[in-house]
């Protein structure tokens, strides 16, 4: 009775709609697969929904008859008017290359009916691509100008698909604040994210997506984001009565004790450097000990993947270095990751894990925690970006290796996505005597996987300075200086929260030299 959307015969149906109101950030939480890609479709005009009726679909009268008495009754109202202007900044940005052409410069001021481009601009750090080509931008700088283009023009509603992604956590937190700027203007804001961080501080409520992924999915009432946040991670909806996850999902409040301080070293590197066209990296000795996974924090551009390539043996270091290649074999999920192999997915895991595969323990390792089974037959080519990401993990993974070197492996993984790719590395690690270094944007999924960080400061693109492996306690420290972010803990679900800029508390712990781990 409440179904809002439905494709067509025994395919997905969707339930409810977020009810969206102006001058605030409504943020849409939920796994992959449960509809929130198709409900900002839905919000900005690309489907026209159906109410379930996929056969005779509802003229817009009977739409908006539908929604009388609530605010989506005026919504569908203006947009069967044309006088809604709705502003969508999709989840894959791979494709903007495709359909545009010329320097971001001359792209962005062509669409800046805001008259707020300058400020944007210095927000998000374009002034260095201002006079690029739009086809040799990384993934983050992609974002970056999606983000400016949607914010530079003047819509009455603004949507927002995993904003986050590719971007380094200065930069999530300076998106945030753009975004969160557009709420001045009284402008309805929808924004889908996995970054429960980044979602918290964007966001003054929450509607939580629970169902059955690519069956059905339900919008549940809107709840205050503090709530809303613990309500997921809960896994209960109370005024729903409605129990959606088996298991609550639970943080640490004390750094960890690493069991991996007493055991042996796995691997030494010396000083090393390494340089490139006007890039410097310099990274200090340092050694990762069996049975350890060693986090790398870092703004964008500072080295991080160089030294996980320089480790990997694909870049050879100017100076020093370590003596992997000739004892360790090593394992490397790069950050971009192609999807050109010809074959199934099946073929691919077969092709790497050999006899392996049918193992039991390959399924208990591998193909329960990266949800496998569903994908086995599917293309490569055919995987969405999430799906993708688990294959290449789960492919890394697979491989016998000393030491496994996972570049920005949470990119398009929904939150319980992120948290078995946690356990599942953490798993293995521990399991096969082996180490692990994990480059991550996501607070949350460092806080989990970390036992140690190597924090990466400097200018980046232009020199990077790799500190040696030190406690999560001081690596988030020294990181979050950096940032000049502090977060505190929640009391319920001690999860980790960006404090409010200037806010009593954020400075406080700058005073007391704590940026993390606040009781």
Not at 92 to 106: A, L, R
Not at 147 to 165: C, G, M, T, W
Not at 465 to 479: E, T, V, W, Y
Request: neutral net charge.
């Amino acid at each position: 009775k409440e179904c809002t959307h439905r494709f067509g015969p025994n395919s997905f149906k969707l339930f409810r709609l977020p009810a969206p109101s102006p001058g605030s950030v409504l943020g849409l939480l939920g796994p992959n697969g449960i509809g929130k890609s198709t409900v900002l479709k839905i919000l900005s005009g690309e489907i026209r929904l159906n109410l379930g009726d996929y056969s005779t679909p509802p003229t817009w009268d009977e739409i908006i008859e539908y929604f009388r008495g609530s605010t989506l009754q005026l919504y569908f109202k203006r947009m069967s008017e044309g006088t809604l202007k709705v502003i969508h900044k999709p989840q894959y940005i791979d494709m903007i290359p495709k359909v545009t052409s010329g320097k971001v410069g001359e792209i962005l001021s062509k669409i800046d009916e805001r008259g707020r481009l300058k400020e944007i601009a210095k927000r998000l750090e374009l002034d260095s691509i201002w006079n690029r080509d739009i086809n040799v931008l990384s993934g983050g700088e992609l974002q970056r100008v999606a983000l400016a283009a949607a914010i530079s023009r003047d819509a009455d509603v603004y949507l927002f698909d995993e904003p986050s992604s590719y971007l380094d956590v200065k930069q999530r937190l300076e998106a945030a604040r753009a975004i969160r700027s557009l709420r001045e203007e009284d402008k309805i804001i929808i924004v889908a994210e996995h970054d429960l961080a980044v979602l918290d501080y964007l966001s003054d409520y929450i509607c939580i997506l629970y169902g059955v992924p690519g069956v059905y999915g339900v919008v549940s009432h809107v709840h205050g984001v503090r709530t809303g946040i613990n309500i997921y991670l809960e896994g209960f909806i109370r005024d729903e009565n409605l129990r959606f996850r088996k298991e609550p999902i639970r943080f640490h409040v004390k750094p960890p004790t690493s069991a991996a301080a007493s055991s042996a070293s796995l691997l030494k590197w010396s000083r090393m450097s390494k340089s490139y066209e006007g890039f410097r990296l310099e990274v200090e000795a340092g050694e990762v000990r069996v049975g350890e996974v060693i986090g790398i924090l870092g703004p964008n551009g500072i080295g991080k993947s160089t030294f996980i390539r320089m480790l990997a043996g694909i870049e050879k270091p100017d100076s020093g270095g370590s003596s992997v290649q000739d004892v360790l074999s090593v394992s490397y999920k790069p950050q971009y990751i192609s999807s050109d192999y010809k074959g199934t997915v099946e073929e691919l895991l077969r092709s790497i894990a050999k006899e392996d595969f049918s193992s039991s323990l390959y399924k208990t390792q591998i193909m329960q925690p990266f949800n496998l089974n569903p994908l086995l037959e599917r293309r490569l080519n055919d995987l969405s970006g999430g799906e993708l990401q688990r294959v290449a993990v789960a492919a890394c993974l697979s491989r016998k290796a000393d030491l496994y070197l996972l570049d920005e492996p949470s990119a398009y993984l929904d939150v319980e996505e992120r948290l078995s790719m946690v356990r599942a590395v953490k798993h293995i690690v521990e399991e096969r005597n082996v180490a692990a270094f994990v480059v991550e944007h996501d607070i949350m999924v460092q806080d989990f996987i970390a036992d140690r960080l190597m924090v990466f400061t400097g200018d980046p693109g232009r020199e990077g300075i790799a500190k040696s492996p030190m406690s999560l306690l001081d690596g988030m420290n020294m990181f979050l200086k950096e940032m000049g972010v502090t977060f505190r803990r929640d009391p319920q679900t001690k999860r980790p929260r960006v404090n409010k800029e200037g806010s009593q508390l954020d400075r406080y712990q700058k005073s007391i030299g704590q940026y993390y781990y606040v009781k």
